[in-house]
């Protein structure tokens, strides 16, 4: 079998088994899918490869932005706008739909942010987006020394453009997500190896944080991309593949794969295609509980 099952709610959210099955491969290290629901493509990050690349079912792997320095994290706004997180200009932009490119944050209380890296949009359109350091790291991004003391969480108000830091104690921030009704942000710590979850308060800032799960395995994975599905289930990048739990913390079980997972989303027409970002290839598995659309 190729996952793991820790609990038997695992069968109805995802199924008995979850074959994995390789789109494409011998990139250097795939991050941020993000399906567009109604052109049907998908675009995920090559970050070290400097490049975006675009994935559909007629034409398989392309390239759909080169240079795109150092992309990682990527989603959509609620107008369709492809929102991007920058590794190596520190940067969060957005893709207008004619193709240029507006630059929404780089800088917060006068220094340079230091590497955006995953990103969501709330119903209101606020952009969240957590800004750990791997982005000044070698390969992942450019070799440089941060300007910021803080490896924090942000938002950005989608009518003025100021920027809040929200939490400022995490070791290394990462995949974020809302709950089903944007009560709750679960935040993951990549080097904790924990999900972290935090009211949301009335002007979108948060409190009251606290850990909801611990990820455990005995296989190679990290905390990173973080995703809810249509029934809040909530899927994570960790130790194994991808690790599955249910609204009550619960770990179901984990979806093996391969490399180490580093993000997700869901897709094609029926939405219960897994598409996986994990070490130097795109993989696709199919669950049972379908993922939700981003506009």
């Known amino acids: 079998m190729n996952v793991e099952i820790r609990n038997e709610r695992f069968r109805q959210v995802v199924g008995y088994d979850a074959p994995v099955e390789e789109l494409a491969g011998e990139l250097e290290f795939t991050e941020g899918a993000v399906w567009n629901h109604v052109e049907g493509h998908l675009i995920f990050s090559d970050m070290p490869g ?42 969060v932009t957005r893709t207008e739909h004619d193709g240029s490119i507006t630059v929404l944050a780089t800088h917060y209380d006068g220094k340079e942010l230091n590497s955006p890296n995953d990103v969501i949009v ?33 938002r950005l108000d989608p009518a003025s453009g100021a920027l809040r830091l929200l939490v400022d104690d995490f070791d290394q921030p990462n995949g974020l997500t809302f709950s ?10 990549t080097m904790r190896g ?69 993000n997700f989303t869901w897709g094609d027409a029926d939405l219960r295609s897994l598409f996986i970002n994990a070490g130097t290839a795109l993989y696709r598995t199919r669950v049972n509980v379908p993922g939700r659309t981003l506009f």
């Open 180 to 189: 089903l009704g944007e009560r709750q942000l679960f935040i993951n710590d």
């Open 194 to 262: 924990h999900i972290r979850v935090f009211d949301v308060d009335a002007d979108g800032g948060l409190s009251n944080g606290r850990v909801w799960a611990e990820l455990t395995g005995d296989r190679d994975g990290l905390a990173d991309g973080m995703k809810i599905d249509t029934e809040g289930n909530l899927y994570t990048a960790g130790p194994g593949g991808v690790q599955v739990f249910a609204p009550d913390a619960t770990c179901l079980g984990v979806i093996y794969v391969p490399q180490g997972v580093a």
């Open 122 to 154: 709330k119903s209101d359109g606020s952009i969240y987006f957590s800004d750990p350091s791997f982005g000044r790291m070698e390969y992942y991004g450019v070799l440089r020394q941060p300007e910021l003391d803080v490896r924090g969480v942000y």
């Open 50 to 91: 400097n490049v975006m690349r675009k994935w559909t079912a007629a034409d398989g792997v392309q390239v759909f932005r080169q240079p795109s320095n150092m992309a990682n994290g990527n989603t959509y706004d609620l107008q369709g706008r492809l929102i991007t997180c920058e590794h190596a200009t520190s940067r």
